[in-house]
């Protein structure tokens, strides 16, 4: 029997497909991002969990894993796993939670909040120069973006 080579698109073409252009526009902003946090000695993961932590400690509110999992969109076992590395870089402490003694209260160091406001000003700058070309459009841009996550019920 002959095998059928077509292949099942709807596309003529890779850029005419959304999925493939957001993947490899994110990888190439990805990218920059990795190499700049790499001289940081972070990674990008661990760069979301801490600058995410330094912005909800000016708050007065515990946070716990689940707290950082929600805000970051990033699954409990992996947030588990970050704040594991950061707290081995001293950068965070992990106690029992004043609310839920199931749940661990993160709290940031003053080693994490020094770390944290030296690697943002850096990605801040990057996501500056890399989105710079939309001028104008990067209102849009933005607002298309959090239209596209609030409409996902993940």
């Not at 969990?49 to 912005?55: E, G, I, K, R």
Request: one cysteine or more; glycine letters at 2%.
């Amino acid at each position: 029997m002959a095998k059928d080579n077509k292949f099942l698109t709807q596309f003529e073409t890779d850029s005419e497909s959304v999925g493939f252009l957001f993947m490899k526009t994110y990888s190439s902003w990805h990218t920059n991002i990795k190499n700049c946090l790499k001289k940081q000695s972070i990674t990008h993961p661990q760069f979301i969990v801490l600058a995410t932590l330094a912005y909800l400690s000016q708050y007065p509110d515990e946070i716990t894993q689940v707290i950082l999992s929600h805000r970051t969109n990033i699954d409990v076992m992996t947030i588990s796993q970050i704040l594991e590395n950061l707290e081995k870089k001293d950068y965070i402490k992990r106690t029992c939670s004043i609310k839920d003694s199931r749940a661990k209260s993160i709290v940031l160091t003053q080693k994490g909040l020094d770390k944290a406001n030296e690697t943002v000003p850096l990605v801040e700058q990057m996501d500056h120069e890399f989105f710079s070309i939309l001028k104008e459009d990067k209102k849009q841009f933005m607002t298309m973006l959090l239209t596209l996550l609030k409409n996902r019920t993940d």
